[in-house]
Nanobody, 130 residues
Framework: QVQLVESGGGLVQAGDSLRLSCAASGRTFSGYASGWFRQAPGKEREFVAAISWIADIRYYADSVKGRFTISRDNAKNTLYLQMNSLKPEDTAVYYC???????????????????????WGQGTQVTVSS
């Protein structure tokens, strides 16, 4: 069982930066691929970024590519999402998630599917004002 706790959200202005953190407890991230998702008011939860455990592979949604960076500190058992050049449309609750990866890194289409993730954090609010 993996417990995930996000932090780092807040209220910022357009163009600012934020770094979200997701701390894992119970078990380490070892063997687990992980990702970030977000849900804006009145909208469905959507994929933001994912990172493989077994390979140096990162995936991003087109809407955040070039602005957001997903990374992981294995020693600290923590997942990060560095968000730069924030836009009002980035306003949402951000969730981290994890899934057992096995021996093969997954494709982009598999990594962005919400139903493939077994463990979720409670979310952290990010609000970007114009």
């Amino acid at each position: 069982q993996v417990q995930l706790v996000e932090s780092g959200g807040g209220l910022v202005q357009a163009g600012d930066s934020l770094r979200l953190s997701c701390a894992a407890s119970g078990r380490t991230f070892s063997g687990y691929a992980s990702g970030w998702f977000r849900q804006a008011p009145g909208k469905e939860r959507e994929f933001v970024a994912a990172i493989s455990w077994i390979a140096d592979i990162r995936y991003y949604a087109d809407s955040v590519k070039g602005r957001f960076t997903i990374s992981r500190d294995n020693a600290k058992n923590t997942l990060y999402l560095q968000m730069n050049s924030l836009k009002p449309e980035d306003t949402a609750v951000y969730y981290c998630a994890a899934r057992w990866e096995g021996s093969t890194a997954a494709s982009y289409s598999y990594s962005r599917r919400i139903s493939n993730y077994d463990y979720w954090g409670q979310g952290t609010q990010v609000t970007v004002s114009s």
